[in-house]
Nanobody, 119 residues
Framework: VQLQACGGGLVQPGGSLRLSCVASGSIFSLGAMGWYRQAPGKQRELVATITSGGTTTYADSVKGRFTISRDNAKSPVYLQMNNLKPEDTAVYYC??????????????WGQGTQVTVSS
């Protein structure tokens, strides 16, 4: 089982990006999922979470600009980032609870995807 985060890149301030977190392997379903980020010299911080039922939470710094979403319990989890600011520059990671076909559930982390906001 793997989680793969993708969609990062270089964008100008005010621009948008959409990150995707895709699960692969022998997966029955996905539980609560989240996006985190880590800027250089800083600790990893929570950006947004979404439960299997679609309930979302956001860090205050991204409320109104970022949207976490998913279509169903097996679909990718997305992070739509609008009105990006230089302070959003970081490596973004997804994580989540994966209910495996065999072996119960486990928390997984995806590899990071770099988001750089700069003019």
């Amino acid at each position: 089982v793997q989680l793969q985060a993708c969609g990062g890149g270089l964008v100008q301030p005010g621009g948008s990006l959409r990150l995707s977190c895709v699960a692969s392997g022998s997966i029955f379903s996905l539980g609560a999922m989240g996006w985190y980020r880590q800027a250089p010299g800083k600790q990893r911080e929570l950006v947004a979470t979404i439960t299997s039922g679609g309930t979302t939470t956001y860090a205050d710094s991204v409320k109104g600009r970022f949207t976490i979403s998913r279509d169903n319990a097996k679909s990718p989890v997305y992070l739509q980032m609008n009105n990006l600011k230089p302070e959003d520059t970081a490596v973004y990671y997804c994580n989540g609870v994966v209910f495996k076909v065999i072996g119960g559930s486990q928390l997984y982390w995806g590899q990071g995807t770099q988001v750089t906001v700069s003019s």
